[in-house]
């Protein structure tokens, strides 16, 4: 059975919540109806994260990692564009960069 380590974001406040369980549907499901104490007044709520635990001890230990400063700094960088919006960049963007040939991509050398 797999564990679930996820992060949700609270849609009235903006700010996260972390959390593990077996069943992350359900779990969802659960935080948006307020069934659970520590979210119920920052509904509604929607996942921005989640890693997948091979078992509950790693997933309890993944989940006190992610709340502590290195864990919080691990997500935001790791969530940087979804946090500032940018989203992935544009194929126009990276076709600045790259040019295509027999449909795969190569990397431009700057001619000098």
Do not use: W
């Not at 929607?46 to 997500?75: D, P, S, V, W």
């Amino acid at each position: 059975m797999f564990y679930y380590v996820y992060i949700l974001e609270s849609e009235a406040d903006s700010k996260f919540y972390t959390g593990y369980t077996s069943n992350l549907k359900l779990r969802l499901e659960q935080h948006n109806k307020g069934q659970v104490e520590s979210t119920k007044a920052r509904r509604p709520l929607k996942l921005i994260y989640f890693e997948g635990c091979i078992n509950q001890q790693n997933a309890t230990k993944r989940e006190k990692y992610l709340k502590i400063h290195y864990g919080k700094m691990f997500i935001k960088n790791r969530l940087k564009s979804y946090l500032t919006g940018q989203g992935c960049k544009s194929t126009e963007e990276r076709d600045k960069r790259y040019k295509h040939k027999d449909n795969r991509l190569f990397r431009r050398v700057p001619v000098q």
